[in-house]
């Protein structure tokens, strides 16, 4: 292959690597005396050696990662009293810098690995209100260093109403913080993405670099950006989202289904009584649906479901339309909507990919909306993209043929990730179940479910 050249057209760190046949997992070995460990021996084997140490590090207490220290892995392997310092890296392209670029560049980095990721926009996202982060995504924010400790509004219950107030269901969430060990909590998209950049080294991300093509070979995968610029590495993860140009790149136009419904929503001070509990309301009538979610600071996490289709005009005055068709609710919507401004409300239509049951080719995989875009009646989207990453980082610290490990990653994540996605493309959260059908299911039948979307959770590592 040619002179790799970076995005920002200095020579890319891959040419380090050595190159070679056979699986490309770029790897520098440094023995004082072995014939078990010598720089001829296989990366691949190597890297399966390494497997059991490197998951057991951690990022350091600071949430530093390679900012204070080199990217190579270094271990001390201890055998027949020789010791030997082993350093082996892949070298990963990220595209796309959101919530799941930002905490696969952050588990990558923290295994050891080189990595380089480029985001289209100009700068981090700092809209896009809140999101609602269950014990399974807590899970691996948490193996990541990412404390959401007094971060966001924690919820010990949903309570899912009727328009005019009765009880339909309730879901005890503080029993599935009790058995997993996190709670679940709503947090600002803004907040959840300086969390997950916090102690990255300044220059990982390259903003404004929008990826408009990938290419590989058996050696080494390329992405082309829209400066005419270039970077190779060892494998590339299209955290791209919805209109994921690499999920483009590898099975053309798939469909995308839209959903019927499309979503207002806002994060904003609302001063009532619920802003200071711990209760999260998933309000259904005929008109729509509205949940309610204290998210801290005063905050409240609130959104209107409405029926939306593509090509339909939107009002001038969302609000004005909004209280019109939700404003006879019962307390307390008419008094979130008495609180609210226009200039709160965003508005997102939501859409549903079939998940694939192979997600990438060879050196190239997806992970996050790219690979499960659904709507979130169940909010777990960002969720399951933390899983995704826990599960990825895992399959590749057993080391090995990339290609094949990436294939396992998929794998792993196939059953819990299509579950969730084809429930969400039902819609249970904005069902109208009667509230005496609602009494016959069991308050912590949440706890149960969120093991079944979860590979985290039930430690199911890819095989
Ligand atoms: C209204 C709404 C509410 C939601 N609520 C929840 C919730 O409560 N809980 C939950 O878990 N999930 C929720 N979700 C889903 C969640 O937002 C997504 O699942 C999550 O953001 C997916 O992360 P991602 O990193 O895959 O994609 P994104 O967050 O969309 O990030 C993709 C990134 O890639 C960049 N990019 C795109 N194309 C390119 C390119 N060609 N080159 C370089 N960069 C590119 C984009 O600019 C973006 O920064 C909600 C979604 C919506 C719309």
């Excluded at 020579?11 to 014939?35: H, K, L, M, V, Y």
Aim: hydrophobic residues 40%.
């Amino acid at each position: 292959m040619s002179r790799v050249v970076d995005a920002d057209g200095s020579p890319s760190s891959s040419e380090i690597a050595p190159t070679g046949s056979g699986p490309r997992i770029s790897s520098r070995i440094r023995a004082a005396t072995s014939t078990w460990c010598t720089p001829s021996r296989s990366p691949t084997a190597s890297m399966c050696s390494m497997t059991a140490m490197r998951n057991s590090r951690k990022t350091s207490s600071s949430g530093c990662l390679s900012a204070t220290r080199p990217n190579l892995l270094h271990i001390n392997v201890s055998l027949n009293r020789s010791i030997f310092d082993v350093e082996v890296t892949v070298d990963v392209l990220v595209i796309g810098a959101g919530v799941g670029g930002l905490a696969v560049a952050r588990s990558l980095l923290a295994a050891g690995h080189q990595v380089r990721v480029y985001e289209q926009a100009p700068a981090m996202r700092t809209g896009g209100a809140g999101l609602t982060i269950f014990s399974n995504g807590a899970a691996v924010l948490d193996d990541l260093g990412i404390s959401l400790d007094g971060v966001g509004g924690r919820f010990d219950r949903i309570d899912a109403l009727t328009a005019d107030g009765r009880l339909r269901l309730r879901s005890d969430m503080a029993h599935a913080a009790a058995r997993y060990g996190f709670p679940s909590r709503s947090i600002s998209r803004r907040l959840l993405l300086e969390r997950l950049s916090d102690g990255l080294p300044g220059d990982l991300i390259r903003y404004g670099t929008g990826c408009r093509a990938v290419n590989q070979d058996g050696d080494r995968v390329t992405a082309a950006f829209d400066d005419g610029s270039t970077a190779t590495g060892d494998l590339l993860i299209g955290a791209d989202g919805h209109h994921s140009v690499v999920r483009r790149a590898l099975w053309g136009d798939v469909p995308i289904r839209t959903a019927t419904f499309g979503t207002w929503q806002a994060l904003s001070p609302v001063d009532i009584e619920l802003t200071r509990t711990h209760v999260h309301l998933m309000i259904t009538g005929r008109e729509g649906a509205c949940g309610l979610i204290p998210a801290g600071d005063g905050l409240l996490q609130w959104w209107f479901d409405v029926r939306w289709s593509p090509g339909e005009p939107r009002p001038a005055a969302p609000l004005a339309m909004l209280r019109r068709r939700f404003g006879h609710w019962a307390s307390p919507v008419p008094e979130v909507l008495a609180q609210a401004s226009e200039d709160d409300l965003d508005f997102f239509g939501h859409h549903w990919q079939k998940v694939r049951r192979v997600w990438g080719k060879g050196r190239i995989t997806l992970l996050g909306d790219a690979a499960h875009l659904m709507p979130p009646t169940l909010g777990q989207g960002a969720n399951q993209t933390f899983e995704d990453v826990w599960v990825l980082g895992r399959s590749l610290a057993q080391g090995g043929d990339v290609a094949e490990r990436l294939r396992a990653y998929e794998r792993a994540r196939y059953p819990h990730v299509s579950l969730v996605s084809r429930l969400a493309r039902r819609s249970p959260a904005n069902w109208r179940i009667p509230p005496l059908v609602g009494r016959l299911l069991s308050e912590t039948s949440q706890s149960a479910m969120l093991a079944r979307f979860s590979n985290r959770l039930t430690a199911l590592a890819p095989a």
